[in-house]
T-cell receptor, first 116, second 110 residues
Framework: DGGITQSPKYLFRKEGQNVTLSCEQN?????MYWYRQDPGQGLRLIYY???????QKGDIAEGYSVSREKKESFPLTVTSAQKNPTAFYLC???????????????FGPGTRLTVL | GQNIDQPTEMTATEGAIVQINCTYQ??????LFWYQQHAGEAPTFLSY????GLEEKGRFSSFLSRSKGYSYLLLKELQMKDSASYLC???????????FGRGTSLIVHP
């Protein structure tokens, strides 16, 4: 079955520690995205990547870093510089603007990060 | 930037029809998505509109008026499982990435 996976579903970390969230897709999508969702808020774009070895900052990139070494994988690191890291993190992928009608995003199940 | 306005919460009765409105202001326009999100889960794609008019897909329909900066999602024959948040997400001109509204929390009661 094709899809997007994120692991783990729940993650707890101590303040001051970096943590890396995993996102993998086997949909052969070119584009991948990371969003953050806080209670009562819309999804806010952290980083996105249109193609392997390239990525761009979204609206709230400060305190986060990403890599895109493989088409299937787009891990997100939440660094100690991120002031309010506790949130629900969602990864998405899409076929790519050059190829898909509307370029619909498909989401993984999310990782709920709690920093203690 | 974009300004997206949706009601925060709506309630409806099982079997009824509900319309969730979304108004937006974008610099240019390049399509609008609706997603459904159950509590604690990922958003799932419902519809995409790029031209004016109504698109029907089973119990769900989505309408777009580009000149008015307005869209709505129409849910018919409501079921308890339709209780969820509904996210309106327009794309501004020149961008293929949508901006998500805060969502409308729909509560369906018996």
């Amino acid at each position: 079955d094709g899809g997007i996976t994120q692991s783990p579903k729940y993650l707890f970390r101590k303040e001051g520690q970096n943590v890396t969230l995993s996102c993998e897709q086997n949909l052969n999508h070119d584009a991948m995205y990371w969003y953050r969702q806080d209670p009562g808020q819309g999804l806010r774009l952290i980083y996105y990547s249109q193609i392997v070895n390239d990525f761009q900052k979204g609206d709230i990139a400060e305190g986060y870093s990403v890599s895109r070494e493989k088409k299937e994988s787009f891990p997100l690191t939440v660094t100690s510089a991120q002031k309010n890291p506790t949130a629900f993190y969602l990864c998405a992928s899409s076929i790519g603007a050059a190829r898909g009608r509307g370029d619909t995003q498909y989401f993984g199940p999310g990782t709920r990060l709690t920093v203690l | 930037g974009q300004n997206i306005d949706q009601p925060t919460e709506m309630t409806a009765t099982e079997g009824a029809i509900v319309q969730i409105n979304c108004t937006y202001q974008t610099s240019g326009f390049n399509g609008l998505f609706w997603y459904q999100q159950h509590a604690g889960e990922a958003p799932t794609f419902l519809s995409y509109n790029v031209l004016d008019g109504l698109e029907e897909k089973g119990r769900f329909s989505s309408f777009l008026s580009r000149s008015k900066g307005y869209s709505y999602l129409l849910l018919k024959e409501l079921q308890m499982k339709d209780s969820a948040s509904y996210l309106c997400a327009p794309k501004s001109g020149g961008s293929y990435i949508p901006t998500f509204g805060r969502g409308t929390s729909l509560i369906v009661h018996p």
